[in-house]
């Protein structure tokens, strides 16, 4: 079973950056992580996917400004977020082979 708890949320102005950590937990052998997001009112949608062997998918909503990345030895998943906008206000989830979630942690862009 795998226990998912993201960090790195928080309120950024238009145009600033924040990394979002995601650290798995368990006895289990993980191929495909992933961030999605929330908004009030809106479906969760997917942000940005990474395979074991660091192949990438990406929204193209934040194709060119986000950036994920995993390191295996850790664990641990990341999304570095810049040039971010007041459409990016969500909450973020992690996701693990498509099945574990996280508990989220909310992104705010505004000024």
């Known amino acids: 079973q795998v226990h998912l708890v993201e960090s790195g949320g928080g309120l950024v102005q238009p145009g600033g950056s924040l990394r979002l950590s995601c650290a798995a937990s368990?006895?289990?052998?993980?191929?495909?992580m992933g961030w999605y997001r929330q908004a009030p009112g809106k479906q969760r949608e997917l942000v940005a996917v990474?395979?074991?062997?660091?192949?990438?998918t990406y929204a193209n909503s934040v194709k060119g400004r986000f950036t994920i990345s995993r390191d295996n030895a850790k664990n641990t998943m990341y999304l570095q977020m810049n040039s971010l906008k007041p459409e990016d206000t969500a909450v973020y989830y992690c996701?693990?082979?498509?099945?574990?979630w996280g508990q989220g942690t909310q992104v705010t862009v505004s000024s």
């Open positions: 368990g006895s289990f052998s993980i191929y495909v």
């Open positions: 990474i395979t074991r062997d660091e192949i990438t």
């Open positions: 996701n693990a082979n498509g099945a574990a």
